[in-house]
Structures are given as structure tokens and as C-alpha cells.
């Protein structure tokens, strides 16, 4: 009985085996195509959204050059997928020359920062000009926020699976840290952003690549649309809130 058994078991071991190696293989195809498809969408995506958005892009340059001398778009190295470099598209939103006057991380109540910019930052339409980024393959409209190359050099192994994906607008991340110039302290802000809040973001998007589908990408959509919505609202509050006043007599 035990002869005849051991064979019988390790026949079993061996289908099961392959069983898992079937179901892996057809886990990885199914990957590989639902990432071919989020590729396609985003070149589908960027390239309606530049033509649809032209007239905002106008409007916005103008009063950019309007407001502040210099140009309108801002460009800065980022990491991009497999770590690669890459320039990222914005619009302006400091003086001219800023990189030369401050640190390379942005606090709240940065001096360097135009009337106009506030407004762009506020609203994230500086970040518009991401979607060229996104039409050439750097960026995807959702994935691992892209950060600075020289915050990247000591990344651990496992930390770099951030650079599987392309980087994205959005994410769970950048929704995370929607408001992350009022979180920051002025004081040694590039040092407080490491220490503090750069584990954290790469934490949240190791999860997000860990449980990445394409219907969680429409999802984060939505929350970004919210989360912007709130961020609105909230500077509203502060803005208009009421004063107390002093009872007629």
C-alpha cells in the first residue's frame, strides 16, 4: 500500500504544480493585456483632452505671461518608469529663476509663488500640461507619483517595484497628498519631506501597484475629482469665513 501510494502522491504533486504554473501564466497574460489597454486609453485620452482642452491651455499661458515675467511652462527632471529620467510638463506657477532662490520641495506660503500660480496650484491646472507627458509614453494618468531622481538613490529593492509602472497625474498617492504643501514645514522642508512624508508615498504606491486593475484606475479617478472638490471647498471656507461682528446698537 505504501509503494503504490507514493507514486499516486507525487504524480498529484506534479499536476498540482502545473496546475499553478497554468494559472500564473494566464494571471500574467491577463496582466500584460489589461496594462496594453490602460496604455492605449491614455494615448486615446491625452491626445482628446489636448485638443478638447486647447482653449484652457491659451487662457492659462496668457495670463501666466501677464502676471510674472518669464516663461510659461516649468519643466523638472523626475524618475520615470524603470527609473529612467524624464522632464515633466507644468505651468509656471513661481517668479522666474526659483530653483536659484528655495529649496526644491514647495511649502505653503512659498514666497516664490505667483497670485496666478496659487490659483493653478490650488486647482491643479498647472499640472495640465502633464498630459503631453502622458501622450509620449513618460507618464500615465494613473500611477506612482513621480518624484525627484535625487530622492530615489536610496531606494531598497523592493521599494523600486514603484518603477514597473509608469508614474501617474494621479493616484493614490497624489490623492493622499492632495494638500502636501500645508503639511510641510518651512523649516529644512527637502530634509522634513524625506524623513517624514517620503516612506509614506512610497508605501502607498507599492500597494497600489500591488493591488493594481484597470477598474481601480477609474475609481482613483473619481476620487481625485472629489478629493479636488474638497481641497475647493476648504480653501473657500477659510477664505470667505465670516467675521464676527459686533452687535448693532
Request: no cysteine; net charge positive; glycine share 6%.
Amino acid at each position: 500500500m505504501t509503494l503504490s501510494a507514493s507514486p499516486q502522491r507525487e504524480k498529484d504533486r506534479v499536476a498540482a504544480r502545473r496546475r499553478l504554473r497554468a494559472r500564473q501564466r494566464r494571471s500574467e497574460r491577463a496582466r500584460a493585456t489589461a496594462l496594453a489597454f490602460k496604455r492605449v486609453t491614455d494615448v486615446v485620452l491625452s491626445a482628446g483632452a489636448l485638443l478638447a482642452l486647447a482653449p484652457a491651455f491659451g487662457f492659462v499661458a496668457l495670463a501666466i505671461k501677464l502676471s510674472s515675467p518669464g516663461p510659461v511652462f516649468f519643466r523638472q527632471e523626475r524618475a520615470g518608469r524603470g527609473g529612467r529620467p524624464f522632464f515633466i510638463w507644468k505651468f509656471r506657477t513661481m517668479v522666474k529663476d526659483a530653483a536659484n532662490m528655495g529649496p526644491a520641495i514647495t511649502g505653503a506660503g512659498d514666497p516664490r509663488i505667483t497670485r496666478v500660480g496659487r490659483i493653478l496650484r490650488l486647482t491643479k491646472l498647472d499640472e495640465l500640461p502633464n498630459l503631453m507627458n502622458v501622450l509620449k509614453g513618460e507618464m500615465s494618468f494613473v500611477g506612482p507619483r513621480p518624484d525627484l531622481p535625487r530622492f530615489m538613490t536610496t531606494l531598497t529593492p523592493t521599494q523600486r517595484r514603484i518603477f514597473d509602472f509608469r508614474p501617474g497625474i494621479t493616484g493614490p498617492t497624489q490623492i493622499r497628498y492632495i494638500a502636501e504643501e500645508e503639511l510641510l514645514s518651512p523649516i529644512n522642508i527637502d530634509d522634513n519631506y524625506v524623513e517624514n512624508v517620503l516612506q509614506d508615498k512610497l508605501a502607498s504606491d507599492l500597494a497600489y501597484i500591488e493591488r493594481w486593475a484597470w477598474w481601480r484606475d477609474l475609481v482613483l479617478i473619481l476620487y481625485t475629482a472629489v478629493a479636488l472638490l474638497f481641497k475647493l471647498l476648504g480653501r473657500l471656507t477659510r477664505t470667505f469665513h465670516p467675521r464676527n461682528r459686533s452687535p448693532r446698537s
